[in-house]
């Protein structure tokens, strides 16, 4: 078979030049990516070179010797970086490989047509070469692929950073990750799971995303960012994207602008610190959220209301304190209903406004005053992010509140305004 080869290696060479042009000229027609990329006589240059290599590959397995994938392996990697889908790639590769075969075959009729019985154990061989030299450039492709697709979510990352941290001027990061100069912007900030890692799923691109929402997800250690664009949806669409994590998340208010994203990141993590107890899944957006949030976010001043205001009951006894600060909290939920809150308490409704009553004895404060009310809500929302806190703290806890009543009227007798039952 070598000796073949060697008698026909001139018809052979001038058969794959015009083996060459055929395949460029079904190419061009029928692959749209490649007629993109490459002028005919460019890749009629490219097609011929992959087409001798397959029949050097053929001698050199005929003579037991490994065939040389380096420039297979250069091919793959050029036309990754090209922008050529590896479909189209791997497509020509099948055909070419054809194609040796047949013009092989053409050569060897021509020359001796009696020696065409002797080319049939040159067919392993050669599959075995074309097979050698496609994983070269399928291997090359992808790696370069990876190597790619790793810069280009690096660069996306850095252009994130920099509208999120309101690192530089905002219109340069903005137009290259296609953001409009004006829209409806939301920024998501999810909690950092207890295993320390992101609260949403893994993978490169996030959380899922809803259907007309687009969402630049920035995934780093002590959480995951979100960059969304509104367009016409209302920012409860959010809160249903968010559903299926199971993650806690904070919501910013919508902005305008991509010059506007950095304070609404730092206002969605504030709405992420303003959100309910851990244990389920919460998404709070900020004005929702908004006394809970003003205490979050002073938190020297929180402290101070604490202890002003709910000092005495936070040295009670353990036992007395939460029984206390949990009526105070499901009375609050309730709206002041000290009916909804015996329900929710499951006692009488005299048992809570007992409750009620020592507590305003306890802080000097008293039900019936709006102005209390406000102080004791915000001292309780204080109460309740102290316990929630991350980090450990020898200060007093006390339960979350219990989930908001049900929806319908108020009860006839239920005290809104005082927990004292009329006299």
Excluded: K
Aim: net charge neutral; charged share 25%.
């Amino acid at each position: 078979m070598e000796r073949i080869i060697e008698e026909i290696r001139e018809d052979l060479s001038r058969r794959i030049t015009v083996a060459a042009d055929r395949l460029a000229d079904r190419t061009l027609a029928e692959d749209p990516a490649y007629a993109a990329l490459f002028g005919r006589a460019e890749l009629r240059e490219r097609i011929r070179r992959g087409l001798r290599q397959s029949v050097e590959g053929l001698e050199r397995g005929i003579r037991g010797l490994p065939v040389e994938l380096a420039d297979a392996r250069a091919a793959g990697t050029l036309l990754a970086e090209q922008g050529l889908p590896l479909d189209s790639l791997l497509r020509t590769c099948r055909r070419g490989g054809r194609m040796v075969w047949q013009t092989l075959g053409e050569a060897v009729a021509a020359h001796d047509p009696a020696a065409l019985p002797r080319l049939l154990p040159a067919a392993p061989v050669l599959w075995d070469v074309l097979d050698q030299l496609t994983d070269a450039v399928a291997d090359a492709y992808r790696r370069t692929q990876a190597a790619r697709s790793d810069r280009d979510r690096e660069h996306r990352a850095a252009l994130l950073d920099a509208l999120l941290d309101g690192a530089g001027p905002p219109q340069g990061p903005a137009a290259r990750l296609g953001l409009p100069e004006r829209g409806r912007f939301a920024v998501v900030v999810l909690a950092a799971s207890a295993s320390g890692g992101p609260g949403g799923p893994d993978g490169p691109d996030g959380p899922p995303e809803a259907d007309g929402l687009r969402v630049l997800w920035r995934i780093r250690a002590d959480g995951e960012t979100g960059l969304v664009e509104l367009g016409h949806h209302p920012l409860e669409s959010v809160r249903e994207m968010l559903g299926p994590l199971g993650a806690r998340a904070g919501v910013s208010p919508v902005v305008d602008t991509p010059a506007d994203l950095a304070g609404a990141r730092r206002l969605a993590a504030l709405a992420l610190r303003a959100a309910p107890a851990p244990g389920g899944p919460c998404t709070a957006l900020l004005d929702e959220r908004l006394p809970a949030a003003l205490v979050a976010s002073q938190a020297e001043l929180a402290g101070r209301l604490r202890q002003v205001v709910l000092g005495p009951v936070l040295a009670l006894p353990a036992e007395d304190r939460r029984v206390l600060l949990t009526t105070l909290g499901t009375w609050l939920t309730c709206q002041g209903s000290t009916t909804y809150a015996a329900q929710r308490l499951y006692c009488h409704r005299n048992t809570v406004s007992n409750r009620l009553r020592r507590l305003e004895q306890l802080t000097g404060r008293t039900l019936s005053d709006p102005a209390h009310v406000v102080e004791l809500a915000l001292a309780h929302a204080a109460v309740l992010q102290r316990v929630n806190a991350p980090a450990t703290s020898s200060a007093p806890q006390a339960p979350p509140s219990p989930p908001s009543p049900p929806a319908g009227p108020t009860p006839a007798g239920t005290a809104r305004r005082s927990p004292r039952p009329p006299g």
